[in-house]
């Protein structure tokens, strides 16, 4: 059972268009992050959520916490190519390790120009 | 630059070898974390350091696997008998602490290809 899904799996938009990927448990996580990964290389940390309701922006990147703290999702403005890659969402389990991330299995982005 | 390294960045290998993998975490970080990805899965946790101790082996797949960690520095993931199932992408990540707010920094990762 994957504690963490991750939808959609693969995602291919034009250069301009606007996407959101989601992330959702059945479990509360007491924080949750986003990575972007790229070929050859470990994943990169983009925001760590830890408040129910909690929004974040990074430039064309909006990130929110559910308010229940069991979902997440990201959203990009005007998807420019350099935001392909692969998105991560991993996230500690209340109650669970403090040190342990649980990963979904990730959103893989094609932007085409 | 001073980020987290790992050697090699490719190791192929016959079934039934041992292979050994090199993390050098970024200096000062007191955290090493081993993680595998598989192709179409997300970061399996395989292993947690805190210094040269290890209190949380609970996602080594097998007694084949095993790693260790010297000088509160450089670790090594040893896998013996490989299995072509071991094939995956074995990610290193320090962090300066191990609490939840402490960002853990990847490496490269390193590519296993068991033949």
């Known amino acids: 059972t994957q504690l963490l899904e991750q939808s959609p799996q693969f995602l291919s938009i034009q250069e301009g268009e606007n996407l959101t990927v989601y992330c959702n448990s059945s479990s509360v996580f007491s924080s949750l992050q986003w990575y972007r990964q790229e070929p050859g290389e470990g994943p990169v940390l983009l925001v760590t959520?830890?408040?129910?309701?909690e929004v974040k922006k990074l430039k064309r990147l909006t990130f929110q916490f559910g308010d229940a703290r069991k979902d997440s999702s990201l959203h990009i403005t005007a998807a420019q190519p350099g935001d392909t890659g692969l998105y991560l969402c991993a996230g500690r389990i209340v109650g669970g390790s403090n040190y342990k991330l649980t990963f979904g299995k990730g959103t893989l982005l094609t932007v085409n120009p | 630059g001073a980020g987290v390294s790992q050697s090699p960045s490719n190791k192929v290998t016959e079934k039934g070898k041992d292979v050994e993998l090199r993390c050098d975490p970024i200096s000062g970080h007191t955290a090493l974390y081993w993680y595998r990805q598989s192709l179409g899965q997300g970061l399996e946790f395989l292993i947690y350091f805190q210094g040269n101790s290890a209190p949380d082996k609970s996602g080594l797949p097998s007694d084949r696997f095993s790693a260790e960690r010297t000088g509160g520095s450089v670790s090594t993931l040893t896998i013996q008998r490989t299995q072509q199932e071991d094939s995956a992408v074995y990610l290193c990540?320090?962090?300066?602490?191990?609490?939840?707010?402490?960002?853990?920094?990847f490496g490269p990762g390193t590519r296993l290809t068991v033949l």
């Open positions: 959520v830890v408040t129910g309701g």
């Open positions: 990540a320090s962090s300066l602490a191990s609490g939840s707010l402490n960002e853990q920094f």
